[in-house]
């Protein structure tokens, strides 16, 4: 099962308290511990997790530094914790425009994960769906490329993703929005979608739990008819 959050409602979570925005990204950085735990917990074999998308780079520079930063911290801390149980990191989006030493720990973290058993984490960073398409089309170089599993690869590819990733089966959404504001937009196309009122921070292992419920009754046709209706 291949899960992909979007992880919304950091900022307005810190307003709404008279806060910075940057606390709201510190809680929401706590939170992430939590749900990959329960995602592992779950056999949740694929979790994706958008954490700074291409279009923020538009904010103020103080609150992309201090996200970055936090990024680096994340990175610092939980590679051994995932390491412990046997979880496996990989930063997906484009790298060329993240300094030396954030390239540097992610790397680092990615191979001192890469012999983990368990599920993979996924964490997307400088990343936009619709620029991976477009460099996994451009390094499409035959027509084996264009196939679905054959252009998949190349978008794999594009994303710095040495590891073998099928399609998101559930895709939440936090923070009271209804949009999937350029993740994934490929791998999402038969996604079953779950968009929660709760902003980040406060979106716990219980209401985690409950999208996999709601995803577990849900009966999944990819254009076809159910049983009940043949």
């Not at 991976?132 to 264009?146: G, H, P, T, V």
Request: aromatic residues 8%.
């Amino acid at each position: 099962m291949h899960v992909a959050i979007i992880m919304d409602g950091n900022g307005r979570w810190a307003t709404e308290r008279g806060l910075p925005r940057t606390a709201g990204h510190i809680e929401g950085a706590k939170r992430v511990r939590g749900i990959v735990e329960a995602a592992a917990h779950a056999d949740v074999k694929t979790l994706t997790l958008y954490a700074f998308s291409s279009a923020n780079w538009a904010r103020p520079s103080a609150e992309i530094a201090a996200l970055m930063r936090l990024f680096g911290q994340y990175l610092f801390t939980e590679t051994r914790r995932c390491m412990e149980q046997s979880i496996r990191l990989n930063v997906i989006g484009r790298r060329d425009r993240l300094s030396g030493n954030l390239l540097r720990s992610i790397e680092q973290s990615e191979r001192m994960s890469a012999g983990g058993s368990g599920m993979l984490l996924r964490i997307a960073v400088d990343y936009s769906s619709q620029y991976s398409i477009l460099q996994a089309a451009r390094r499409s170089e035959s027509a084996a490329d264009f196939t679905a599993d054959g252009f998949h690869r190349r978008l794999l590819e594009a994303d710095h993703c040495p590891h073998a990733v099928g399609a998101v089966d559930l895709l939440i959404r936090t923070g009271n929005e209804r949009r999937l504001s350029d993740f994934l937009l490929w791998e999402s196309a038969f996604a079953e979608l779950h968009f929660s009122d709760c902003l980040w921070p406060d979106f716990d292992e219980q209401r985690f739990r409950h999208a996999l419920e709601d995803y577990g009754g849900r009966q999944r046709r990819f254009g076809g008819l159910s049983a009940k209706t043949l």
